[in-house]
């Protein structure tokens, strides 16, 4: 079957605008995690979702990312008025479960730019 | 607080040498210890998955070894090829139930040069 998808590729912005970025998991995964990964750094956590339960947002660096899921679906990040130090890869990743014990399933990414 | 550090930073090799990338954590309650790789521009891939009671597990070319009373894991690669160069990242998960359960490290840079 399909891995996990995510749209754009790559998008550049100016700084100010918003972007939404989009993550297809894995058909039948309950859990979506979302991280961003700045150039030469490690993976940072920013948020989960797990079925229908309230997704765990502890990552989140400030108020201007959110993010949606509907269902066991599609997820949409979104970065309000972007600023430059938001430019990094967004990566996604899916898995049966939610919790460290489980295989995580990881997205191509998308590589933001704000200028 | 949970962390995982790996060394090197990064490590560049001759095509056909082997190499040991090494990862150190404190992670409580343990689970279990992956190693990913990472090529540039795509997403982590999972090269092996180890829990408490395994101290080693191979995927080709790929050896892992885990020793939970030290709290080391290290990556071998034989035989490397071009192919191998990307980042490998050690990802520690934990038993906790907490949020996303997993403590990632910074990843070690492998260059294979012809």
């Known amino acids: 079957g399909a891995g996990v998808s995510q749209s754009p590729s790559n998008k550049v912005t100016e700084k100010g605008k918003d972007v939404e970025l989009r993550c297809d998991p894995i058909?039948?995964?309950?859990?979506l995690y979302w991280y961003r990964q700045r150039l030469g750094q490690g993976l940072e956590f920013l948020i989960y979702?797990?079925?229908?339960?309230?997704?765990?947002k502890s990552g989140l660096p400030s108020d201007r990312f959110s993010a949606e899921r509907t269902g066991e679906s599609v997820s949409t990040l979104t970065i309000q008025r972007t600023q430059q130090e938001d430019s990094a890869v967004y990566l996604c990743?899916?898995?049966?479960?939610?919790?460290?014990?489980?295989?995580?399933?990881f997205g191509p990414g998308t590589r933001l730019t704000v200028t | 607080k949970n962390q995982v550090e790996q060394s090197p930073q990064s490590l560049i090799i001759l095509e056909g040498k082997n190499c040991t990338l090494q990862?150190?954590?404190?992670?409580?309650?343990?689970?279990?210890l992956r190693w990913y790789k990472q090529d540039t521009g795509r997403g982590p891939v999972s090269l092996t998955i180890?829990?408490?009671?395994?101290n080693t597990k191979s995927n080709g070319r790929y050896t892992a070894t885990l020793d939970a009373d030290t709290k080391q894991s290290s990556l071998h690669i034989t035989a490397s090829q071009l192919s191998d160069s990307a980042s490998y990242i050690c990802?520690?998960?934990?038993?906790?139930?907490?949020?996303?359960?997993?403590?990632f490290g910074k990843g070690t840079h492998l260059i294979i040069q012809p």
């Open positions: 990802v520690v998960g934990d038993s906790g139930g907490g949020a996303d359960g997993l403590t």
């Open positions: 180890m829990t408490f009671s395994e």
């Open positions: 990862c150190n954590y404190t992670v409580s309650p343990f689970s279990n």
């Open positions: 979702f797990q079925g229908n339960s309230a997704p765990d």
């Open positions: 058909s039948g995964h309950t859990a």
């Open positions: 990743a899916s898995s049966p479960v939610a919790g460290g014990k489980y295989e995580q399933y």
